[in-house]
C-alpha cells in the first residue's frame, strides 16, 4: 500500500510543472475571453482560422466604434485634466443653474476616467486575444456600453464646444509648453510599441515567404493564392509605413518645435507677480480679511477683490450677487436669500457671518485645500463681511496693491448713478498711497483720472490704439485670450499684463517664460514657492536630449526587428527540418 502511494506521490511530481503551467494558461486565456465576451469557457473552435481574420464581419465592422470611444474619451480627459486650472469657474458656474455646490469638475474628471479606463481595457483585452490567437466577439452588453460612452462623450464635446469654446484654448497652451515632454515621451512609446509591430511584420513576411514559395514549387499560380499573398502585403504596408511615418516625424520634429519655456536662462524675465484672487481663498474664507491677512503672509505683490455698495452707499467686498453661498443668510432671512447683495443695508450686511461655510466639507471652494489649523478654524469660523475701507487699510499697511472689479447697481438702487464716486470718495478717505490702486471700472474714467490723477489705470484686451488714446499702460486679461490675441505686439508697446486667473504651476511657468508681469491666482501660498519655471529647458540640452534618444531609440527598433526576424528563422528551420524528417521516414 505504502508503494502504492509513493509511486502515485512521484507521478503527481513528474506531472506537476506541466499541469501547473498549462492550468495557469488556461486560466488566463479564459480570463480575458471571460472579460471581452463574456464567455467563461474556452472553445478550440473558437480559435482563428486564419492568419489575417481576427474575428467576423460583424465584429469588424464593430471594432471602429471601439477605437472611435477610446479615442474621444482619452481626448475628453485630456482636455479636463488640462483645464483643471479653471475648475473652480465651472463648479461655480454649475451652481448657479442648480443652486447646489458642489464639486462638479472632480465628478466629471472621475466619469471622463472611467470612459478612458473601461474602453482601454476592452482594447488591451481584444489585443490579448489576438495574440493568443482568438477571434473576437465582443459581447451586446459590451456593445452598448461602447455606443454609450460614445454619445457622453459626444454629447460633454458639444456642450464644451458650444458654451465653453475657451477649454480648448486651455490644451492648445498646455501642449504647446509641454511640447517638447510630449515629443520624447512619444518617442519612448514608439519603441514599446515597435515590439508588437515588429512581431507581426516579421511573422507576415515569413509566412508571404513560405506562400510564394508553394506557389513556385507547385507551380500552380492560382488566384486565390495570390489573393492571399496580395492581402499579406497589403496589410504590412497598412500597419508598417504609419509605424515609420510616425516615426519619421518624431525623429525630426524639433526642427519645428517653438516652446516658451525652451530658452537660454539669461533670457528668462523676472518671477511674475502674484495678486491674491479675493485673498487666498484656500486659506480663508474668500473676500474676508482673514483670507487677504493670509495672502499678505505667503507675499502677494497685490491683492485682488469685488466690490458692492450697500443701499446706504458703504462699499463692501463680496463676489457672487446674492448672499447664499458665503454667508449665513439661509438661516437668518431665507426668504431674502435670493437678493440681489447691493439691496441690503451696511447694518444687516455686518451681521452676516461669512466664515461658517468654509469650514463645511461639502461647501469647500477647492478640491487641493490644505487642512487648517485649529487656530484657523476658529478665526475662519468668525469672519464677517468686510468694508472696502478694510481692505484698504490693510494695502495701506502693508503697501500692496489693490485692483478690483466694481458691479453695478440694480436701476432702483439709491447710488445707481453715484456708486463711482462713492466709491473713489472711500478710497480718498482712506489716505492710501493713489498708486497702489489699479483702477480697473472703466466707468466714468475721465472723472476718475480728474478725482484721482495717482490712480494706475488698468485697461481689458483693448486695441493698442485706444489704450495709447486713453494714456493706459497696463491690461488686465484673460490668460486664454492674451496668448491668441497678439501678446507680442503689447509687449512690444511696453503695455504691463496681469492675467487672471493662473493657479496651476504649469500655467504660471507659461506666464513666467512669456515675461508676463504679474498675474491673479487663487493659489498664491504654492506659486510663491516655485523659484524656476516647470517645464523649463535650455535649447542646448534639449537638442543633445532629442540627438540622444533619437540614436537610442533607432538602435532598440532596430536591435526588436532583428531579434524577431531572428526567432522566426530559427522556428523556420525547425519546421523544414521537421517536415525533411517526415518525409524521409
Known sequence: MQNKDRRKTRRWKNCGPYITDHCNHECYVAYITGLYSLEWEIKPEKRSRHALCCCSLREQLFYPFLVIAFCMSVVLLLVWIETANDYHGFDWV??????????WSLLLLSLCGILVAYSSLLLVLGFLLIWEGYELYLHWCHKILIVLVIGICTFFMTVLCKFWQDRWLTLGLSLKILAPYIHLSSITMMVLLSWPVAFYLVHWEQEARFRRKKIIH??????????????????????????FLILFCLFVVPLGIHSPCLQEKDELGPKPGLFGHRGAPMLGPENTMMSFEKAVENGAYGLETDVYVSCDGVPFLMHDYDLRRTTNIMEIMPNASNTTSHLFYWDFLSTLNAGRWFLQPHLKPFHYMETLSEADREKARNQKIPKLADLLELAQKERKFVIFDLNNPPINHPFRNTFIQQVVRVILDSKIEQHLIYWLPSNYRTYVKWKAPGFQQVGRLYPIEVLTRENISIINVDYKRLFYSGLRDYKAANITINLYIVNEPWLFSLAWCSRIHSVTTDNVQLLRQMHVPYYFMTPGYYMFTWLLLDVVSSIFIVAIFYFHWWRESQNEKVFESTRSSAGNT
Open 94 to 103: 454649475v451652481y448657479l443653474i442648480t443652486r447646489y455646490w458642489f464639486l
Open 218 to 243: 507547385q507551380r500552380r499560380e492560382t488566384v486565390q493564392r495570390y489573393a492571399r499573398l496580395t492581402k499579406l502585403r497589403a496589410v504590412q504596408v497598412a500597419i508598417g509605413l504609419p509605424f
